[in-house]
Each structure stands twice: as structure tokens, then as C-alpha cells.
């Protein structure tokens, strides 16, 4: 059973950026397909940005051309890289497996973007 524990959260200013991690306990390698998933207050989790194991991408549209997912293998650590942040993005961001993720999620990182 993977572990995963997600940093890099904050407060930023909108049209900010901020650089999120997300640990894993055990070989990221294994894992197929990797996501970054947020959840706004009042609102349901969403999928916003995947990896696969080769370094194929995807994104939600809401988050296309301003986040970038990244994977490095030998970290075991995906990134993601979130630029011209807006308060819509302000949400707590977790990683998982995508698009199936796992029950267990880790703790989370909150980004609040607000002027």
C-alpha cells in the first residue's frame, strides 16, 4: 500500500505560482499513472492534472497552459507547478493513483490563492 504525503501549499497572491511535492513511500515507478487531485470547500475532489509512467501528461481544462505535472522516478516525488494562480484554484491539493485512485489519501497541502 502506497503512503503519500503532499507539500509545497500556501498562501499566494493571484497570478502567483507555487511548486507542490507529493512523496510516495514506496517505488513511484510502479505506479502506472500518478494524479494531483484538489477539493474547494462545498465542492467534490477533482482529477486536475496526471503522469503516467513514461512522462505522458493530461489536464483538466480549468488548470490546461498554467500547471505542469512532472514525475522523477529515482525521488520517487511528483511535482506539480502551478503558474498565474487564480482564487478558483484555492482548494486542498492531494495525490493519488489516477483515475482510480486508492481509499487511503494522504493529508493534503492547502493552497489559498487571495489578494
Known amino acids: 500500500q502506497v503512503h503519500w504525503v503532499e507539500s509545497g501549499g500556501g498562501l499566494v497572491q493571484p497570478g502567483g505560482s507555487l511548486r507542490l511535492s507529493c512523496a510516495t513511500s514506496?517505488?513511484?515507478?510502479?505506479?502506472?499513472?500518478v494524479g494531483w487531485y484538489r477539493q474547494a470547500p462545498g465542492k467534490q475532489r477533482e482529477l486536475v492534472a496526471t503522469?503516467?509512467?513514461?512522462?505522458?501528461?493530461g489536464y483538466a481544462d480549468s488548470v490546461k497552459g498554467r500547471f505542469t505535472i512532472s514525475r522523477d522516478s529515482a525521488k520517487n516525488t511528483v511535482y506539480l507547478q502551478m503558474s498565474t494562480l487564480e482564487p478558483e484554484d484555492t482548494a486542498v491539493y492531494y495525490c493519488?493513483?489516477?483515475?482510480?485512485?486508492?481509499?487511503?489519501w494522504g493529508p493534503g497541502t492547502q493552497v489559498t490563492v487571495s489578494s
Open positions: 493519488n493513483n489516477a483515475p482510480s485512485p486508492e481509499l487511503n
Open positions: 514506496g517505488s513511484i515507478f510502479s505506479i502506472n499513472v
Open positions: 503522469v503516467s509512467r513514461f512522462g505522458g501528461t
